[in-house]
């Protein structure tokens, strides 16, 4: 069974940074796509970034350029999500998530590309 923890959040001042981890077990992903989603508080489900296992290209919201940075250890199973310079507006719950197959161009955006999700983690940006 397949199983995605993430972990990592937290209360963090405007202008702070904190490092989100997604531990996959129960397959060894080697070829396919992981993403993190957040939904804000009120809010619909919005794409962060992504990754391809296999070649890393990575892709990112425009509202997280620069800002965030997306990261994996294939030894470890795990992908990171390093938010800097993170703002009241990055508040949300984030959700890791991991398709069976490399996902293409646009279609990593949408969440109904991915076959598993992770339980979530909250990041409350606030002074």
């Known amino acids: 069974q397949v199983q995605l923890v993430e972990s990592g959040g937290g209360l963090v001042q405007p202008g702070g940074s904190l490092r989100l981890s997604c531990a996959a077990s129960g397959r060894t992903f080697s070829n396919n796509t992981m993403g993190w989603f957040r939904q804000p508080p009120g809010k619909e489900q919005q794409f962060v970034a992504s990754v391809r296992w296999n070649d890393i290209t990575t892709a990112y919201a425009d509202s997280v350029k620069g800002r965030f940075t997306l990261s994996r250890d294939n030894a470890k199973n795990t992908v990171y999500l390093q938010m800097n310079s993170l703002m009241p507006e990055d508040t949300a719950d984030y959700y890791c998530?991991?398709?069976?197959?490399?996902?293409?161009?646009?279609?990593?955006?949408?969440?109904?590309?991915?076959?598993?999700w992770g339980q979530g983690t909250q990041v409350t940006v606030s002074s």
């Open positions: 998530a991991a398709s069976l197959k490399p996902i293409m161009g646009a279609l990593t955006k949408f969440s109904s590309s991915y076959d598993y």
